[in-house]
């Protein structure tokens, strides 16, 4: 909808009433209010009633203060909080899934309008797996992150170790771009594959790799079909294992029951796979998710 009135004012030829600025400076809030906020879109391909939205996040995030959710566009929210610390932990939680399609927070901006924000970005936990021993410190986990997007953290143990069956990472990844599946090493002249597992990760093509559609809904499958669409280069062994971090002594505490309801399953069946985390009512026009569920990689990403 906003779109649409955006093409159609700039069609329009405004008369020299209509082309007066309003000065704003000194009335525009920016203020503690809006640093109490956070916008929201949830990248699915049919809209969500905001009462569902406001019902669920509300649930998983159990704020200890006041919490409200306003619609500002379909599918996008302004969330808001009376105390910094609930806001903190939202974000800190990242990402929340909402009927497996992802929500991207992103903090409210004073001067632009929520559904104009770039929701191209999100934070992820993402596991390296099949590492050398030399290669599980922090100083290599942060190159791994800055590989696959932006690095935010390593999770440690109680000695501040990385040391186990797989490194925890924090990402700031570009979801607009398809997913990492796998990144090299160089170790004494021999190229080592590290393979990688996101932790809560939604819904995605198997095809294309992006988040935000699935299979049936791919345009570059449309575009360019594959020759066998049973052999994808992407599947749900994309997806790490739901639970706590089976790391040997990694910190991470215990799920809570509001974060084990915003969590994936793993390897879910087709039939489920697009079950929401609330009740709703059946749409005729929603997508079936990818066409077939693959829980392998691909040969050529296995070890050789």
Known sequence: MAEDLEKLYARLSLNANEEILIPTSAIIQDNTDLNLCLVGKILAPRIISPDQISSLFKRLWSPKGSF???????????????????????????????DRYLLVLHDAVADI??????????????QLHHLPLGLMNKEFAKIAGNSIGRFLETDTDAF??????????????????????????????????IYLKYERLPDFCFHCGIIGHVFRDCE?????????????EFGNWLKAPYGPSTSSNHKRPPPSPASIQNQNP???????????????????????????????????LLPS
């Not at 939202?90 to 990402?95: E, G, R, Y």
């Not at 309008?113 to 993402?126: A, G, L, M, Q, R």
């Not at 979801?175 to 004494?188: C, E, S």
Request: aromatic share 8%; glycine share 2%; with cysteine.
């Open 68 to 98: 409200s959710c306003k619609s500002i566009h379909d599918n996008i929210c302004i969330f808001s909080f009376d105390n910094l610390l609930d806001k903190k932990k939202v974000l800190a939680s990242t990402p929340w899934l909402f």
């Open 113 to 126: 309008n929520p559904s104009e924000i770039n929701y191209s970005h999100c934070d992820f936990w993402v």
């Open 160 to 193: 501040g170790s990385v040391m186990g069956k797989y490194i925890r990472i924090k990402v700031n990844i570009d979801i607009t771009k398809p997913l990492h599946r796998v990144i090299h090493a160089d170790v004494h002249g021999q190229k080592r594959a």
């Open 220 to 232: 570059t499958r449309i575009l360019n079909p594959p020759e066998n669409s049973e052999n994808f």
């Open 266 to 300: 793993p390897n879910p069946p087709h039939d489920t796979l697009n079950q929401t985390s609330i009740p709703s009512p059946p749409s005729p026009t929603r997508p079936h998710s990818n066409d077939s569920i693959s829980n392998l990689p691909p040969t050529h």
